[in-house]
T-cell receptor, first 114, second 112 residues
């Protein structure tokens, strides 16, 4: 069984530029999560989807971050415009049906904003 | 407000000895706790979990202990192996939302 796929693996941009990350969850998993992990900290949930609907986006900085999961499968996370403090690893995870089940993480996208 | 804390950023142990990783939490509504392990350039992988109705859960070399009165849990690895060298994250959730709150992580180094 293939795991959670993410691309790109690394991205370097200048502040005020835009960037997008892509995630393909494990086949058949209904729930998808985006986390931000800043160096020295644990992952912090940005947004959770159940199929193509948003369950929790309370910690998503909506003035610059957006995410979508249009067909209930893969998802994109966008930052526009990026700030220096957005430098982090962006992790995508999925679980079979609900968040009460084990979450499986992708390898992450490491973003550096200069 | 850090609801889940791992106060030791790093731990170094000798191969074959016991590794003990600690985690403290503040929210008494947490009812499920998990440990994730992370190697460099990889995503976290689930290791072991424990429900708040238990005080111990064991899986091979890994045992998690929960002390609800102290709001403290620990992960014991016996015996430690060099392949256990990784960052270990403690996480907690409440049953109604399922949202995971992670600690800062502890980097474990097991020396041969």
């Amino acid at each position: 069984e293939a795991g959670v796929a993410q691309s790109p693996r690394y991205k370097i941009i200048e502040k005020r530029q835009s960037v997008a990350f892509w995630c393909n969850p494990i086949s058949g998993h209904a729930t998808l999560y985006w986390y931000q992990q800043i160096l020295g900290q644990g992952p912090k949930l940005l947004i959770q989807f159940q199929n193509n609907g948003v369950v929790d986006d309370s910690q998503l900085p909506k003035d610059r971050f957006s995410a979508e999961r249009l067909k209930g499968v893969d998802s994109t996370l966008k930052i526009q415009p990026a700030k220096l403090e957005d430098s982090a690893v962006y992790l995508c995870a999925s679980s079979p049906t609900t968040s009460l089940e084990t979450q499986y993480f992708g390898p992450g996208t490491r973003l550096l904003v200069l | 407000d850090q609801q889940v804390k791992q106060n030791s950023p790093s731990l170094s142990v000798q191969e074959g000895r016991i590794s003990i990783l600690n985690c403290d939490y503040t929210n008494s509504m947490f009812d499920y706790f998990l440990w994730y392990k992370k190697y460099p350039a990889e995503g976290p992988t689930f290791l072991i979990s424990i429900s708040s109705i238990k005080d111990k859960n064991e899986d091979g070399r890994f045992t998690v202990f929960l002390n609800k009165s102290a709001k403290h849990l620990s992960l014991h690895i016996v015996p430690s192996q060099p392949g256990d060298s990784a960052v270990y994250f403690c996480a907690a959730r409440t049953g109604n939302t399922g949202k995971l709150i992670f600690g800062q992580g502890t980097t474990l180094q097991v020396k041969p």
